[in-house]
């Protein structure tokens, strides 16, 4: 079946280094994939996403670009703030039915 | 920007009891769905609801469980008789016909069984 496996977490960062967030997935077809973003105290908010192989979604200086040879969707970001402090989730919807599979969340703490 | 709004943010209920979840949807979105996280673990879809009836369920969401659309606007999870391991954030979430503009999420209810 359709699954997604991130990197484990905490990652903690200094302000300014750059980030990685590796993302995985396994599923039948073209999936289309997105990173969301959940800020301590609230809901899911959709960060980027690519519905294609070789598209880049950007979105607050993140990226990530859709491998399909290597079926991964990393996210980064050249120079964190404080502020970008939140879990990451890696997600993908099948071509076939609307749900969204999440993987397990990645927290992020960068430090001044 | 338009929201998902999602009532109450924490709710805590006594095991056996039935419990409401509420959501307002955006407004012109087609799809609804919810999903829940238990603490320190993984989103899971749990179902997903278009044109007044169920689209896809997951296993979890089993016949303790059920959605309405009651008014057109309001689109709830009744939970028939809560367990302990139902404790859990709840997402409701929404989408466009096509999913073009992604999902938007609301803020969760906290749902605590004790």
């Known amino acids: 079946g359709n699954s997604v496996t991130q990197m484990e977490g905490p990652v903690t960062l200094s302000e300014e280094a750059f980030l990685t967030i590796n993302c995985t997935y396994t599923?039948?077809?073209?999936?289309?994939l997105f990173w969301y973003v959940q800020y301590p105290g609230e809901g899911l908010q959709l960060l980027l996403k690519a519905t294609k192989a070789d598209d880049k979604g950007s979105n607050k200086g993140f990226e990530a670009t859709y491998r399909k040879e290597t079926t991964s969707f990393h996210l980064e970001k050249g120079s964190v703030q404080v502020s970008d402090s939140a879990v990451y989730f890696c997600a993908l919807k099948s071509n076939q039915g609307g749900k969204l599979i999440f993987g397990q969340g990645t927290e992020l703490s960068v430090k001044p | 920007e338009p929201e998902v709004t999602q009532t109450p943010s924490h709710q805590v209920t006594q095991m056996g009891q039935e419990v409401i979840l509420r959501c307002v949807p955006i407004?012109?979105?087609?799809?609804f769905y919810w999903y829940r996280q238990i603490l320190g673990q993984k989103v899971e879809f749990l179902v997903s609801?278009?044109?007044?009836?169920?689209?896809?369920k997951s296993e979890i969401f089993d016949d303790q469980f059920s959605v309405e659309r009651p008014d057109g606007s309001n689109f709830t999870l009744k939970i028939r008789s809560t367990k302990l391991e139902d404790s859990a954030m709840y997402f409701c979430a929404s989408s466009d016909v096509g999913h073009i503009g992604g999902y938007t999420f609301g803020s969760g209810t906290r749902l605590t069984v004790v």
């Open positions: 407004s012109n979105h087609l799809y």
């Open positions: 609801f278009y044109n007044n009836e169920i689209s896809e």
């Open positions: 599923a039948t077809g073209y999936p289309s």
